[in-house]
């Protein structure tokens, strides 16, 4: 075989995000402004409906105040965060097996991450790394306020259950009183509307994904497949360069509608949170006379730039497309793994119907050592992997000890994430199931 550079995941970015770009560029326009309210209203109705094509002209304000673009997602979650009020003296539960994002936005709010080790190896039908669930449980007590779930590799958790666990332990939750500040009294209005440890889900690699989900109307509960966005009381979308929908850096927050308080007043706050804390945006200024502006908190600058939501814009018209591809791609993997009796995620289950954005495998048997050389192996024949992740409490800022989270050490011990994205073609994937046959014979 032909030695062929196959790289980890670059982005996939064509013609017409380009020209989006130089119209954005050429606009006089290129901070937040009307591309980026544009693809809020688009990722609204994307989540909503699932369809990429709804006219969000039409009905403006239906998918308005809905979804907030940020910079990242980092940002979006500690917004949320935010939001919802966490702060020093609380905690926040959140996976062993993530990246360090998902527990440092609580962090940096001032809260305590309490790590919960994943089920062995990992959820029975699609072997992602969920929480074990009777660990969550357990873990939760009088100080918890939020529990931040993953949808690693674009697997959507179980919420029914983790839904179910946070209503459950519901006695033990106390909101957080009102403080007489315009953030401190919302979040206490949107505790007392939750009434129980608010969800909030890392969906970082997980737009346009969804789950079959229980979902209440009057007396009764059906069963309702949902996308990523529209199931944990907030969700967080990242659009990193690595991400399977980029903005070069990039993500978003969106919240599910509470009766007690209006989108409008949450989606406010975040553009207060992202914006200075000064309550005219550059937008709203440069209208003539228009100059004056309070700032109501000393907060964070994290919104996103026209330019960035240019290519949002032109990406989310390729997403479906971009989609079928990366599900072509897990097809053939899937056949090559299932030869080779090597373990590797089910994006597609009974209940979930994942986006594709990770190939996450693990070969039986193999320790660290041995996972590393067959990384070496295959970096050697061309091809970039990665491993998603190294578990969080085995790195210094959470510790450096795994012992406590076995399930966790476990799954990573003899994990590669192998190649995928939509510049992969047929051959190549190939080539990489075929190097990785070759290699394993060397063991
Ligand atoms: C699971 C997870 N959460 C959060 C993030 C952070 O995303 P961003 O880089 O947009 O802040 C990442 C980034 O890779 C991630 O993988």
């Known amino acids: 075989m032909e030695k062929r550079k196959i790289s980890f995941s670059p982005p996939d970015v064509g013609e017409l995000e380009i020209a989006e770009v130089a119209a954005a560029l050429?606009?006089?326009?290129?901070?937040?402004?009307p591309r980026t309210k544009l693809l809020e209203r688009r990722l609204a109705a994307y989540i909503e409906t699932g369809k990429n094509n709804v006219d969000t002209e039409r009905e403006t304000e239906r998918w308005s105040s809905r979804v907030v673009c940020l910079n990242s997602a980092t940002a979006a979650e500690e917004l949320c965060l935010r939001v919802l009020g966490v702060k020093e003296g609380d905690e926040v539960l959140v996976?062993?097996?993530?990246?360090t994002a998902s527990a440092s936005a609580a962090?940096?709010?001032?809260?305590?991450?309490?790590?919960?080790d994943?089920?062995?190896?990992?959820?029975?039908?699609?072997?992602m790394p969920e929480m074990d669930y009777e660990k969550l449980e357990a873990a939760i007590g009088p100080k918890t306020k939020a529990i931040v779930t993953v949808d690693l590799g674009g697997i959507v958790c179980d919420y029914d259950r983790i839904f179910a666990i946070a209503e459950r332990k519901k006695a033990l939750f106390t909101p957080m009183e009102p403080d007489g500040t315009p953030l401190g009294d919302l979040g206490s209005r949107i505790q007392r509307a939750l009434g129980r440890v608010a969800v909030v889900a890392d969906c970082a690699h997980s737009l346009g994904s969804s789950r079959i989900v229980s979902v209440a109307g009057g007396k009764a509960i059906r069963r309702q497949r949902l996308c990523c966005g529209a199931i944990a009381d907030f969700s967080v979308f990242s659009f990193h360069a690595v991400k399977n929908f980029t903005?070069?850096?990039?993500?978003?927050?969106?919240?599910?509608?509470?009766?007690?308080?209006?989108?409008?007043?949450?989606?406010?706050?975040?553009?207060l949170l992202s914006l200075h804390g000064q309550n005219k945006d550059a937008l709203a200024k440069s209208k003539l006379g228009a100059w004056e502006y309070d700032i109501i908190g000393p907060w964070y600058k994290c919104n996103m730039t026209d330019i960035m939501a240019a290519m949002g814009l032109r990406q989310?018209?390729?997403?479906?497309?971009?989609?079928?591809?990366?599900?072509?791609?897990i097809r053939r993997y899937?056949?090559?793994?299932?030869?080779?009796?090597?373990?590797?995620?089910?994006?597609?289950?009974e209940t979930t119907d994942g986006n594709g954005h990770l190939y996450l495998i693990r070969v039986p048997g193999f320790v660290e050592e041995q996972r590393n050389r067959l990384i070496e192996l295959l970096a050697e024949a061309g091809i970039a992997t990665n491993v998603h992740y190294k578990p969080l409490p085995m790195m210094t800022a959470y510790g450096g000890d795994c012992s406590g989270y076995p399930n966790a050490y476990d799954y990573y011990r003899n994990l590669i994430s192998l190649p995928i994205h939509t510049l992969l073609t047929d051959e190549d994937v190939d080539y990489v199931c075929e190097t990785l046959k070759t290699a394993l014979k060397s063991f």
């Open 118 to 127: 994943i089920q062995k190896d990992g959820d029975p039908d699609s072997h």
């Open 316 to 329: 989310l018209d390729r997403y479906p497309a971009l989609l079928s591809r990366r599900a072509e791609i």
């Open 107 to 116: 962090i940096h709010c001032g809260a305590t991450v309490r790590f919960v």
């Open 334 to 349: 899937d056949a090559a793994c299932d030869e080779l009796g090597i373990s590797h995620l089910f994006h597609h289950t």
């Open 247 to 271: 903005t070069a850096e990039g993500g978003a927050a969106v919240w599910l509608p509470l009766q007690q308080v209006s989108n409008e007043e949450i989606y406010q706050m975040f553009q």
């Open 95 to 99: 996976p062993a097996y993530t990246y």
């Open 26 to 33: 050429k606009s006089g326009w290129i901070t937040t402004g």
